[in-house]
T-cell receptor, first 116, second 111 residues
Framework: AQKITQTQPGMFVQEKEAVTLDCTYD???????LFWYKQPSSGEMIFLIY??????QNATEGRYSLNFQKARKSANLVISASQLGDSAMYFC?????????????FGGGTRVLVKP | DVKVTQSSRYLVKRTGEKVFLECVQD?????MFWYRQDPGLGLRLIYF???????EKGDIPEGYSVSREKKERFSLILESASTNQTSMYLC??????????FGPGTRLTVT
């Protein structure tokens, strides 16, 4: 079984600063994918970034980067130069690769509030 | 752009009622999913489907059933709604091993 743990229920960050959201995972599968989603107050889930278990380099997408440490089973999200629009819930998730359907297992989420 | 739509944003039902939540995607995705979201618990998978008429239980299927008669449509059914099914319900779709695209969610209240 897969498990995702996000230990930070909420955090404040100053506008224009960087913030790191923690995510640790547990799985016995050799092939898996790690995802981060953003959920603003409007409720929609927005895909941010993906890291495959065999990817050699950390994934980056604009201001988002994923700090993947496979031996420690961690996949922290780094948001650089925070903006007020980054205030939202952030969810870490994982899936098995090459399995029927790519069902996701989610962590409990971290609420980020960006202060001006 | 992928579009996933859900039949209602807000729904209020009474205990014991049969409830249908509809989800439609317009990108010919094989996989469709139903999650429920509760504070502090994140999203938990109820059921998913990887093809028409194919379904598999997720982590919390009790009290729910699903139907997928057409590729673009995936329905979640609460046979007899109970107050502990008050939650946010999110539908998603995907192609193999790629990110899931989510609908706007249905906030269901059972009184």
């Amino acid at each position: 079984a897969q498990k995702i743990t996000q230990t930070q229920p909420g955090m404040f960050v100053q506008e224009k600063e960087a913030v790191t959201l923690d995510c640790t995972y547990d799985t016995s599968d050799p092939s898996y994918g790690l995802f981060w989603y953003k959920q603003p107050s409007s409720g929609e889930m927005i895909f941010l970034i993906y890291q495959g278990s065999y990817d050699q380099q950390n994934a980056t997408e604009g201001r988002y980067s994923l700090n993947f440490q496979k031996a420690r089973k961690s996949a922290n999200l780094v948001i650089s130069a925070s903006q007020l629009g980054d205030s939202a819930m952030y969810f870490c998730a994982m899936s098995r690769i090459k399995a029927a359907g790519n069902k996701l297992t989610f962590g409990g989420g971290t609420r980020v509030l960006v202060k001006p | 752009d992928v579009k996933v739509t859900q039949s209602s944003r807000y729904l209020v039902k009474r205990t014991g009622e049969k409830v249908f939540l509809e989800c439609v995607q317009d990108m010919d995705h094989e996989n469709m999913f139903w999650y429920r979201q509760d504070p502090g618990l994140g999203l938990r998978l109820i059921y998913f489907s990887y093809d028409v008429k194919m379904k598999e239980k997720g982590d919390i299927p009790e009290g729910y059933s699903v139907s997928r008669e057409k590729k673009e449509r995936f329905s979640l059914i609460l046979e007899s709604a109970s107050t502990n099914q008050t939650s946010m319900y999110l539908c998603a779709s995907s192609i193999w091993s790629y990110e899931q695209y989510f609908g706007p969610g249905t906030r269901l209240t059972v009184t």
